[in-house]
C-alpha cells in the first residue's frame, strides 16, 4: 500500500498575532511512497482564496499577492474540504502556522522543528538555506521553475515536500510527527548578552532564569530546559 503525506502552504492576510488573519493562497504537493520505498512528489494543488477584508501592505510585502488577484476567487469554506480530501497526514515548514489556520485536527510533520532536530549543525533553518544546504536544486527530479518564486504557496510547498524527503531518509514518520509535537530544539542563542553562545555552554543560573522566570517563547523555553537536563545527566 502506498503511503502519501500531503505538503502544504499558505499565504494569507497576516500572522496568528494580528487580528482576524484569514488565507488568501494555498499550495500542496503530495509525497508518496510506493513499494520501492522511493518518495514521488506529486500532485500540485494551488488555489487562491478570497477573504473577507483587504490585504494589508505589510502582507503584500511579503507575497505580493494583490486584491484583484483574489477578488473573484472562492472562499476558504468553498474549497477547504477538496483541498485537504485524502490527506491523514501534513506537513509544512513551521507547521504551527499552516495549523492554525486549518479547520480540521490533523497530524502535522513539521519540517522546520524536524531539520533542527535532524541537522543542528545547519546554518539556518529557512526553507530557502536548507534548499541550498541541502543542494536540494541537485535532486534528480528537480524542477527549478517550480520553485519560483519564494513566498508564494505552490512554489514554497515544492522546496519543502523536498526538504521533508531527505528527513524522511533519516526518520520514520512516526518519529518526524513526534519531533513535531515539542517545541524545536534550538543549539545555538540569538539574544541577549550570550548571544552566539550555545545553550550547551551558557551559565547554568542564566538557563535556569530563561526556564522558569523568562518571557521568551516556547522553543527558547523548551531549549534551555532541556540543556539543563543534559548537563545535569554528566
Known amino acids: 500500500m502506498n503511503t502519501t503525506i500531503r505538503v502544504i502552504d499558505y499565504e494569507t492576510t497576516g500572522t496568528p498575532e494580528d487580528q482576524n488573519p484569514e488565507i488568501i493562497e494555498m499550495g500542496s504537493y ?17 488555489q487562491m482564496v478570497r477573504p473577507s477584508s ?6 503584500r510585502a511579503v ?23 485524502g490527506s491523514p497526514t501534513c506537513a509544512a515548514h513551521n507547521a504551527q502556522f499552516e495549523a492554525y489556520f486549518t479547520p480540521y485536527n490533523l497530524s502535522w510533520i513539521c519540517t522546520y522543528k524536524c531539520a533542527r532536530a535532524v541537522w543542528p549543525d545547519a546554518p539556518g533553518y529557512s526553507n530557502q538555506c536548507l534548499r541550498y544546504w541541502l543542494e536540494i536544486d541537485q535532486d534528480k527530479d528537480f524542477v527549478a521553475e517550480q520553485s519560483m518564486p519564494p513566498h508564494r504557496a505552490l512554489p514554497d510547498a515544492y522546496i519543502t515536500a523536498h526538504i521533508l524527503r531527505r528527513l524522511l531518509a533519516k526518520r520514520s514518520i512516526k ?18 548578552k550570550y548571544k552566539g553562545t550555545a545553550f550547551a555552554d551558557a551559565p547554568t543560573d542564566y538557563l535556569e ?9 516556547a522553543d527558547t523555553k523548551f531549549s534551555a530546559k532541556y540543556w539543563l537536563q543534559k548537563r545535569m545527566q554528566k
Open 175 to 192: 518519529e518526524l510527527i513526534t519531533i513535531s509535537k515539542y517545541p524545536a530544539l534550538l543549539k545555538v542563542m540569538n539574544f541577549g
Open 63 to 85: 507575497h505580493h499577492i494583490s486584491d484583484a488577484e483574489v477578488a473573484k476567487a472562492p472562499t476558504l469554506r468553498e474549497v477547504i474540504d477538496d483541498f485537504l480530501e
Open 30 to 46: 503530495d509525497l508518496i511512497q510506493t513499494k520501492t520505498k522511493y518518495w514521488s512528489i506529486i500532485r500540485p494543488s494551488h
Open 54 to 59: 483587504i490585504i494589508p501592505p505589510q502582507a
Open 209 to 217: 532564569w530563561i526556564k522558569n522566570k523568562s518571557e521568551f517563547d
